[in-house]
């Protein structure tokens, strides 16, 4: 593939711009790479969690059983009808003197088969109602929950990959704010006019956040004894599924390094930096490099005691 020939490529650039410049199309090339095998692998995920269950209820057991009854009822309404009409006809005979014994008895018989009929007419229209009611809700339910899964699938995989160019222009734009002879221009003034996502609503940050998170950024220098460093307790699980994110257990700690206002953060944690959710981490009170070493230690020694 051509993103795997790319990475011996870029660990040998040494211009920071060149290097960049291979990150950036080495990323591209993975984000086209996964939403073509994303699309080709929508039927085979997503078929058995949506498709399927909608035909299941086109043809499930429930909806027969519900047709089957109206079926019988509209037959039904037809013999009343029928009926009716004869009742009419016989009432219509019994106004002549002359009515004998044996055509009053059908006269009866006629009315009372009649209202034996709307008896059961009205009964089964009941039922009728009744199953083709709790099979409309059923089918608006799944039909909801399995338009809500593949919605939701559709948005995490479309917000990971906007999420991804998102922090590869703000790298652009560290570079070219540290490098004078660069342009910055165009890029400052897509970052002023572009949202950024945080859980699923489009929120604009200020240019000084912005200003104050890349200078918090540009500091990679060597760890200073009086200097205090941010230092935050994993809450909650991350399994890194992109090149540059980092993998996160409960009660690591974590060294912030700079925490971006669209929800990620770059950090280290037992010897490995890269990035995660900011959510996912709680900061803790800011700590000495002596206490600071103390809570490595104790991280790594939280990781062997985990592992097998």
């Known amino acids: 593939m051509i993103v795997a020939n790319m990475e011996p490529i870029i660990r040998i650039a040494v211009h920071p711009l060149r290097r960049l410049f291979l990150i950036s199309v080495h990323r591209i090339v993975q984000l086209k790479t996964r939403g073509k095998l994303y699309l080709e692998s929508w039927e085979i995920r ?45 009432r219509a005979k019994s106004r002549d ?36 009611q709790s099979v409309e809700a059923q089918q608006q339910q799944v039909t909801y929950e399995r338009l809500r899964t593949m919605v939701d699938a559709e ?4 917000q990971h990959a906007l ?43 200020p240019s000084e956040y912005k200003k104050t998170t890349s ?36 009660d690591d700690y974590v060294m912030l390094r700079q925490v971006w206002p669209n929800g990620w953060s770059e950090g280290e944690c037992k010897g490995k930096t890269g990035w995660f959710p900011s959510a996912y981490v709680e900061k803790q009170e800011n700590i000495s490099l002596g206490d600071l070493c103390q809570v490595q230690s104790t991280s790594r020694s939280l990781s062997h005691s985990k592992s097998p």
């Not at 948005?155 to 479309?158: A, C, N, V």
């Not at 941010?230 to 409960?250: C, M, N, R």
């Open 46 to 90: 997503y078929k058995p969690q949506v498709c399927d269950p909608l035909r299941a209820q086109i043809t499930g057991a429930p909806l027969e059983d519900a047709r089957h009854l109206t079926h019988r009822y509209d037959k039904l309404r037809q013999e009343v009808e029928i009926q009716a009409a004869e009742v009419l006809r016989r």
């Open 155 to 158: 948005r995490s995989y479309h």
């Open 97 to 132: 003197s002359s009515i004998s014994a044996e055509s009053a008895t059908r006269l009866e018989n006629a009315e009372a088969r009649l209202s034996e009929l709307k008896s059961t007419m009205m009964a089964l229209g009941r039922e009728a109602t009744t199953a083709m």
């Open 163 to 205: 999420t991804n160019l998102e922090r590869l222009n703000y790298e652009l734009i560290q570079l070219a704010q540290s490098d004078g002879s660069l342009s910055t221009a165009a890029l400052v003034t897509d970052t002023n006019t572009v949202p950024t996502i945080r859980n699923g609503e489009e929120s604009d940050q």
């Open 215 to 250: 200078k918090k950024s540009d500091a990679r220098g060597p760890l200073d004894e009086n200097k205090d460093y941010i230092i935050a307790k994993v809450i909650h699980p991350f399994d890194a599924q992109a090149d540059g994110e980092l993998s996160l257990s409960i």
